[in-house]
């Protein structure tokens, strides 16, 4: 009688076939309908503990079903770096009726998700926000659970991923869906019973093209925006642009306004300061392009150097409005603040003039005058020069209604042959003289003309020192900018400073 053994197999190193590993499961109650009850609880690779999913994070946040924007954290990330976080963690909220949806384990040791966010339209509110939701079972896969499912919406944020059709609707509820027209009609019945006109006509087919690529492209930024926030939770930097400057403040103000719905301003700011930091030059002279814009950034950054160079470039501009911009999306103080260092702009302009024009020579102690036999004519001549070049520039910027033109006093500014150059004075003055001989004429002291000259340019420079003082960290010549850019902002004016007197 032959006696049967166990059939033994193979192990340790000589074992065939590929090494053996462990795998976590993901379990369900038998009652479940999850997913995740078939093929007899199937081992799940949870992939790399790392971010964006944190195996004993015990917090799920879906913003998309697409899994790089599924994400597990630590509750005690999310508290320490959002005050927002913290109080809806905090939050109790009814919990799925047992037997009516089952919860699942979900990825990390011993199921440690807990606590799960989706991203969905919040009433009252235009910017999409992540909502507290009771744990469900998975439907995407075991990288976060499944939203509730609205009716009726057709967003493709958080909880409105996959809106049923009307189709569907009508099948699953007791209560039948009409069928909608352009205009009003009747079934038969009393006219109480007309059906409201809900459908409008559909938009013209490029415009709509063009209304959902906007869409998409708003809805990937903000997705990209929320990795970025929660990358600095994790003491990681955000994923900026490093070369496009436009690109990367689009994806900045994205992540300002992110971290400002969620109280994470602190936790955001150094890396975005050092961000723009490294664009140098390039960064001053995108401010120029539109100072609005970045005075606006520059407020939730608390950044000195932004808010001072779009302060400047905004003031030296003011009353008008050539940036992209538009003026009534600045907050009314940053508005009052720039309406006021243009007041005080004005003043200083007006100051200005006010000397150049009475700018002479004096003979004696009197200004130069014209005397009866044509004495110091070479001089008074000079100062009428002067005067009238003064005159021109004045209300050549007038009439081409660019009164906040800086150009001329930055040529007062220059001295020299900036302007009135000596030598094609000189020339003028002769062939007013009829081409008469120098010895022979009121004209004798040529050298005269150029010593008045100079004397009445000196003291004009000295006149418009203030006004031509460049506060902007770019030479106005290379940015081509007319205005004055003399304008001083100071600590206390920050609107982060606390110090406003």
Request: charged share 25%; hydrophobic share 40%.
């Amino acid at each position: 009688m032959k006696t049967r053994h166990p059939e033994k197999r193979p192990s340790g190193p000589s074992a065939p076939g590929p090494p053996l590993t462990k795998r976590r499961r993901i379990s369900s109650s038998p009652a479940s309908n999850s997913i995740f009850a078939t093929a007899n609880a199937a081992a799940v690779d949870l992939g790399p503990d790392a971010f964006p999913r944190f195996h004993k994070g015990s917090v799920s946040i879906l913003l998309s079903a697409d899994p790089k924007f599924q994400f597990q954290f630590h509750r005690a990330v999310l508290e320490r770096n959002s005050k927002w976080f913290s109080a809806s963690l905090d939050a109790v909220i009814e919990e799925p009726v047992a037997g009516a949806q089952a919860k699942v384990d979900l990825p990390g040791a011993h199921g440690a998700a807990k606590l799960r966010f989706v991203l969905e339209k919040v009433e009252r509110r235009d910017e999409p926000m992540l909502v507290r939701k009771p744990l469900v079972e998975n439907v995407f896969g075991v990288h976060g659970p499944a939203p509730e499912l609205i009716a009726g919406s057709t967003s493709t944020l958080g909880a409105e991923l996959f809106p049923p059709s009307p189709k569907s609707m009508a099948e699953d509820s007791a209560i039948p869906v009409p069928s909608l027209s352009c205009h009003a009609t009747t079934t038969g019945g009393p006219t109480t019973g007309r059906t409201p006109s809900l459908v409008k006509p559909e938009p013209d087919e490029e415009k709509g093209e063009e209304a959902g690529r906007k869409a998409e492209e708003a809805q990937q930024r903000r997705l990209e925006g929320y990795n970025n926030l929660f990358l600095t939770y994790y003491n990681m930097a955000p994923r900026i642009e490093p070369k496009d400057i436009g690109v990367a403040l689009e994806q900045c103000e994205t992540l300002i306004r992110l971290a400002t719905l969620y109280d994470s301003l602190a936790t955001v700011r150094p890396y975005l300061g050092n961000i723009f930091s490294q664009y140098r030059r390039a960064l001053f002279v995108a401010i120029a392009a539109d100072p609005p814009r970045w005075m606006k950034l520059a407020v939730p950054l608390q950044s000195a150097a932004i808010f001072t160079e779009a302060v400047v470039h905004l003031v030296g501009c003011y009353p008008r409005w050539p940036w992209p911009t538009q003026h009534t999306t600045v907050p009314s103080a940053l508005l009052r603040l720039v309406a006021a260092k243009q007041a005080k702009l004005t003043t200083l302009r007006a100051d200005a003039d006010h000397d150049l024009f009475l700018n002479t020579i004096k003979v004696g102690d009197a200004p130069v005058t014209l005397g009866p036999a044509g004495t110091h004519y070479e001089t008074w001549i000079v100062v009428q020069l002067f005067r009238d070049w003064l005159c021109r520039a004045m209300n050549a910027a007038r009439d081409a209604r660019r009164e906040d033109s800086g150009t001329h006093y930055r040529l007062l500014r220059q001295g020299g042959d900036a302007y009135l150059p000596a030598e094609a004075q000189v020339a003028l003055l002769k062939r007013c003289a009829g081409g008469a001989q120098p010895d022979g004429d009121i004209f004798a002291a040529w050298a005269e003309v150029r010593a008045d000259l100079k004397l009445l340019k000196d003291y004009a420079a000295g006149v418009v020192e203030e006004l031509c003082a460049n506060n902007l960290m770019v030479e106005v010549a290379e940015l081509g900018v007319e205005y004055l850019t003399c304008t001083q902002v100071h600590e206390w004016e920050f609107p982060w400073s606390g110090k406003g007197k």
